[in-house]
């Protein structure tokens, strides 16, 4: 794969326009066709000004990567082609070096939401986020991230109960139906069809290309990773069960003798599981579902509900139910992130927020989102236009007015305390009497009526008086992004969002802990009979807040765009595209910015880019940047009024100087690439030619040695053969002599040999036959003698032969066995299991004998060789088996280390005099081990020691004892099944010295330390020491129980463990 190509400028092989600040001409056209032709690219990032706008490529792009970090990293945000990365970068050194609070704002439809609790299908995005979600991310004074707080906007609890055509619930639904257990399916008293739940729309309930079961394991793997136990997720889980399960409840009507309408509930078996699921009393929910009861100052009117305010009270139930359950994962999450210390923190806000929304039907949540954007697009306009004037100031630009479309006409329309949108909905909920949509409709059509951007059936702003283009129940909003139709029909209801205080005091009399937490208002002692707010005011403050917070801090702006609904990739729908430009504001944006300078840089980057259009600062300036700039534009003659000189930049009025200056730039890079291309061609050849040279001088000096050292060789081997042939001659000659002379010698001596031989054979004849006859008279004696015994034999043998044929085989046979046992003995060592084969059947009992005594035997022998404490040592390393075979990882690699106890030598060092003078028993452990700090996870060496009665910790360097625990008050010790030397020892509650919690060491002798400990504590208490082997439990650290976690991970520093702490209520310990 070819290296990426490195750019050095924003302005460097551009495709298309990088700043939309510099489009030429400016307009919607020329906008989305410049869009798409960087997207056609891969280039996904354009700038207008500071403002980065991100085109969804929906597909793996190589522009992440590490090395892509490093290469926008301290770089400046103009230096480099469009990227996140240098928006990113520049936010970050400005929260550090200049001590500037920093805010990112998301809007648009990015299509990247992962919440599976706040997220949904809609009919434009498979995922998309159903709330506005604000995190400030907090910094240390060195720019070290130390945690974080996240607020969330309006969820569309709505939802919960409804969903439009096409549409999903929220996904944490179905996710559970189709990627839990049976066991947990059960246990929640679920089922797996989605049919099954009116809550549940049918005809969108599978989504292509997205995996709910999978996905539900990841929401399971990414809770535990936040700190979230498992009953904590459990209950989650139980809440979510009893919103679905809610929606199966249904009401009949039913009269009574009063003739007033009462509702019943269908089939109680729901209402059954719901109340075994929230652990609520049944009489009391149901009872909640069908009546009301008002309080007025000491009166309480107790009324019934009919079939329709029954299930009004359902839903709003099950939608408080979820809101608040979605508020509370918030908060959760919040105390896992947050910083743990309280020094002076920097801030960098992240708002991702909902983007305009015109749908179909366009209803309350459509409103309540538009108002915020419409705020959000005024806070743009106002910092956007603030920065630019600052910049004119700082650069000592002269500043003129820009002329833009203030949206603060609509957002006083909406949000005017008097008249506006929201009030006069607030005052229609509050007022006596009957409301309906219809008469918060005729108030708007009084009140708003004059207004320019208002519109209705009956508004005068229409065409004619009564403006038939417009349906009825409908208003209209004439919105900074375009026009949106709004029914009216569900504002009065959802902006009360008003749930029964009979159902809350019945949630909150759950036997289950987090609903019961839901509903504090619930609470007998602590009733209000105040109004609570409506969704609208609640939503402005929020809203107030959050731009009073934004005005704080210095923005930076992320456009996104989807390029096309079907999330496909080289797809680019232009009529999508041209409605979110529209409803983002992005002209307006690109006209405020290029009102005043369309380009602006600073000196050195200028004169560096373009000196080589002028001799005078080509290839070198001497003076100033700014001298440099000067000179450059003089000499080519730039009208005046196209450029003006700031402080440290020029800023450029019209893109068409900026593209002059590029083409004079590249025509000359032309040239100036001619120039070198010949100078290095002569270079390369004048090397070239000289190398030559060079090479043959060398290769005929080289030949020349060759040739000489070859005529040596030869000269020097043929006078070595003439030397061997005249060596050869000599040699044989000689030979020849010697020969002569032995043959000589060896005649003399081979007729003496056979004299003396002749004379030899003649003596031996003589003694043979000499021999010959005495040995015959032997012969027949012999022969006789054997004659008598043979017959003396033949007598005996014909009485006994079998019986002694018999024994004497039987013997032989067993003398055989005991010489081959004595040769096939196995070692001394009495875990030798070998024992030679038994060789014949008779012998089984007896073979099986011999190797029960000769085993007891061995025993005795190794046994008689142990001292006393080898004795004792050897019982404890029994007790270890007992303990800790094939349960602790760890234990193998003990059993062949001694147990020696005292590792320090205490009574021996003089270093711990102090330390030996203040104990007074016998010392059974003295070992340095690690002891866990239970605030950061981090160690600290400590001298533990045990005695008889109890279990010490001493500094090891000044050998202070810095804690004394009883034996009696030690109630059990916990570790992993891993390979790591991690245990916790806990303490008795109650107990003096548990004032701190318990304790967390980690020992390179934890086994033996363990056994000593149970062994000790068995004999002093009489009572066996609990021992815990799993990995994960818990440990008291002061008020708190915090989880220890024990985690495969690839460990940094080799094969050693290593603690962190997570959170507050997570230790994880990560073992090789």
Same mark, same amino acid.
């Not at 609790?117 to 009919?123: C, L, P, R, S, Y």
């Not at 991230?145 to 619930?169: A, D, T, W």
């Not at 509930?265 to 109340?275: G, M, P, S, T």
């Given at each position: ?12 092989? *551009? ?58 990293? $301290?770089? $400046? ?13 520049? #936010? ?14 998301? %809007? &648009? ?36 991230? =130390? ?20 549409? +999903? ?35 969108? #309930? ?15 793997? @990414? ?5 979230? *136990? ?7 889980? #139980? ?38 699921? %929230? ?41 408080? =139910? ?56 005024? /806070? ?26 203030? $949206?603060?006409? /609509? ?18 909920c509050l007022r006596p009497g009957t409301v309906t949509d219809e008469t918060f409709l005729e108030k708007l059509n009084q009140v708003c009526a004059t207004h320019q951007h208002f519109e209705s059936r009956m508004s ?57 937490? =839901?509903?504090?208002? &619930? ?21 107030? %807040?959050? *731009? ?7 923005? $930076? ?26 409803? =983002? &504001? ?13 380009? !602006? ?10 000196? *080589? ?91 020349? !040695? ?29 030979? +020849? ?13 081979? /007729? ?9 054979? !003649? ?38 032969? &079998? ?48 190797? !029960? ?35 602790? #990882? ?63 910790? @001493? ?27 991690f245990f916790a020892v806990h303490l008795k509650e109650g107990s003096e010295a548990a004032s701190k919690g318990d304790f967390l060491f980690s020992s390179d002798h934890l086994i033996e330390m363990a056994t000593k ?33 024990? /985690? ?25």
């Amino acid at each position: 794969m070819a290296k990426m190509e490195v750019k050095t400028s924003l302005l460097d092989n *551009m495709i298309g326009v990088g700043d939309m600040v510099l489009l030429e001409p400016l307009n919607e056209e020329t906008f989305i066709n410049n869009l798409k032709k960087r997207f056609d690219h891969s280039e996904i990032y354009t700038y207008i000004g500071s403002v980065v706008i991100s085109v969804n490529p929906y597909r793996s792009l190589p522009i992440y990567s590490p090395e892509k970090v490093e290469e926008y990293r $301290n770089r $400046n945000f103009y230096e480099l082609s469009p990227h996140i990365f240098a928006l990113s970068d520049e #936010a970050y050194r400005s929260l550090r070096d200049q001590d500037k609070d920093q805010c990112i704002l998301i %809007t &648009g439809e990015s299509g990247a939401g992962k919440t599976a609790f706040g997220n949904a299908k809609t009919v434009r995005n498979d995922n998309s986020s159903r709330f506005g979600k604000y995190m400030d991310i907090e910094f240390d004074f060195k720019g070290d991230p =130390l945690g974080g707080v996240i607020s969330n906007y309006l969820l569309e609890k709505s939802r919960v109960v409804k969903q439009p055509r096409g549409e +999903r619930n929220f996904h944490v639904f179905y996710q559970l139906l189709s990627g839990a257990s049976e066991e947990l399916l059960n246990k929640l008293k679920l089922e797996r069809d989605f049919s099954r739940y009116n809550y549940l729309s049918l005809d969108s #309930a599978k989504v292509n290309g997205v995996d709910d079961a999978a996905n539900f394991r990841t929401v399971r793997n @990414a809770m535990q990773i936040v700190g979230f *136990m498992d009953h904590e997720a459990e209950s989650v889980l #139980a809440v979510v069960a009893a919103v679905l399960k809610l929606g199966n409840i249904e009401f009949k009507p039913e009269s009574r003798v009063n003739g007033l309408d009462e509702s019943k509930i269908k089939d109680k078996n729901e209402l059954k599981e719901i109340c075994e699921l %929230t652990g609520i009393d049944q009489s009391v929910l149901e009872r909640a579902f069908s009546f009301r009861t008002v309080e007025a100052k000491q009166e309480k009117v107790s009324t019934t509900l009919n079939v329709a305010q029954a299930y009004y009270a359902r839903d709003a139930l099950a939608k408080n =139910l979820y809101s608040r359950l979605f508020s509370w994962l918030v908060n959760r999450i919040n105390e896992s992130i947050k910083a743990q210390t309280k020094v002076r923190k920097k801030v960098m806000g992240v708002l991702d927020i909902y983007g305009f929304e015109i749908f179909e039907d366009n209803s309350f949540e459509q409103f309540i989102i538009n108002y915020c954007n419409e705020k959000l697009q005024q /806070i743009f306009i106002e910092l956007t236009l603030k920065e630019e004037q600052e910049e004119y100031i700082r650069e000592d630009i002269e500043w003129t007015h820009i002329d833009y479309f203030n $949206n603060a006409i /609509i957002c006083d329309l909406i949000e005017n305390n008097t008249n506006g949108i929201l009030a006069m909905l607030d005052e229609e909920c509050l007022r006596p009497g009957t409301v309906t949509d219809e008469t918060f409709l005729e108030k708007l059509n009084q009140v708003c009526a004059t207004h320019q951007h208002f519109e209705s059936r009956m508004s005068k702003c229409s065409r004619f008086l009564n403006d038939t283009s417009l349906p009825h129940s409908c208003f209209r909003i004439q919105h900074y992004a375009g026009k949106v139709l709004y029914q009216v029909e569900g504002f009065v209801d959802k902006n009360n969002d008003l749930l029964y205080r009979d159902l809350s005091q019945a949630m909150w009399k759950a036997s289950h802990a987090l609903i019961k937490s =839901l509903f504090p208002e &619930g609470n007998p002692a602590k009733i209000n009979l105040k109004r609570p707010p409506t969704a609208g005011s609640q939503f402005k403050a929020s809203v107030a %807040t959050l *731009m009073k917070n934004l005005q704080t801090k210095n923005p $930076n702006y992320i456009r996104c765009i989807k390029p096309n609904d079907k999330k496909a990739a080289h797809i680019f729908n232009e009529a999508l595209v041209c409605h979110q430009i529209r409803y =983002l &504001g992005l002209l307006e944006n690109v006209r405020v910015r290029r009102a005043g300078y369309a380009f !602006r840089q600073a000196y050195e980057p200028c004169l560096e880019r373009y000196k *080589m259009l002028c001799k005078q600062t080509w290839p070198h300036w001497k003076g100033p940047a700014r001298s440099g700039v000067e000179v450059l534009f003089n000499e080519l003659e730039i009208p005046v009024e196209e450029y003006s000189f700031g402080r440290s930049k020029i800023f450029i009025r019209n893109p068409r100087t900026l593209f002059k200056l590029e083409d004079l730039r590249k025509q000359r890079l032309e040239d100036l690439a001619t120039l070198i291309q010949k100078i290095y061609r002569g270079w390369k050849c004048r090397t070239h030619f000289l190398l030559m040279k060079k090479s043959q001088i060398v290769i005929a000096a080289w030949y020349r !040695r060759y040739a000489q050292q070859k005529r040596y060789q030869q000269t020097k081997s043929s006078a070595l053969v003439i030397q061997s042939y005249i060596r050869g001659w000599k040699a044989r000659k000689i030979l +020849r002599e010697l020969k002569h002379q032995k043959r000589c010698k060896e005649a003399v001596t081979t /007729i003496a040999a056979y004299w003396h031989g002749t004379q030899a054979r !003649r003596e031996l004849k003589r003694l043979k036959e000499e021999a010959r006859r005495k040995h015959a008279v032997a012969v027949i004696w012999a022969y006789w003698l054997g004659l008598k015994v043979r017959r003396e034999y033949r007598k005996f043998f014909r009485a006994n032969a &079998g019986k002694k044929i018999y024994e004497f085989t039987l013997q032989r046979i067993v003398q055989k066995y005991f010489l081959e046992m004595k040769n096939k003995m196995p070692s001394l060592s009495p875990i030798d299991k070998n024992w030679p084969s038994r060789p014949y059947l008779f012998l089984d009992s007896t073979h099986k004998e011999l190797k !029960r005594i000769f085993h007891l035997w061995r025993c005795k022998k190794y046994r008689d060789q142990f001292t006393d404490q080898q004795k004792l040592i050897y019982e404890e390393k029994l007790e270890a088996s007992e303990l800790f075979k094939d349960k602790k #990882a760890l234990y193998p690699s003990s059993v062949g280390q001694p147990f020696q106890g005292a590792y320090l030598e205490i009574n021996k060092n003089p270093k711990y005099k102090k330390l030996k003078d203040a104990i007074e028993e016998k010392i059974i452990i003295a070992e340095v081990v690690n002891k866990i700090n239970r605030a950061n996870g981090k160690s600290t060496s400590r001298i533990f020691l045990l005695t008889n009665n109890n279990l010490l910790l @001493a500094d090891q360097k000044s050998g202070q004892i810095k804690s004394e625990v009883p034996l009696v008050d030690v109630t059990k010790v916990s570790m992993s099944s891993q390979n790591d030397g991690f245990f916790a020892v806990h303490l008795k509650e109650g107990s003096e010295a548990a004032s701190k919690g318990d304790f967390l060491f980690s020992s390179d002798h934890l086994i033996e330390m363990a056994t000593k400990l149970y062994r000790t504590t068995l004999s002093q208490t009489k009572q066996k020491l609990n021992i815990e082997i799993s990995d994960e439990f818990l440990v008291q650290f002061r008020q708190d129980k915090v989880c220890v976690k024990f /985690i495969q991970g690839n460990q940094k520093n080799g094969s050693v463990p290593t603690c962190k702490r997570k959170n507050n209520r997570l230790l994880e310990v990560a073992v090789p």
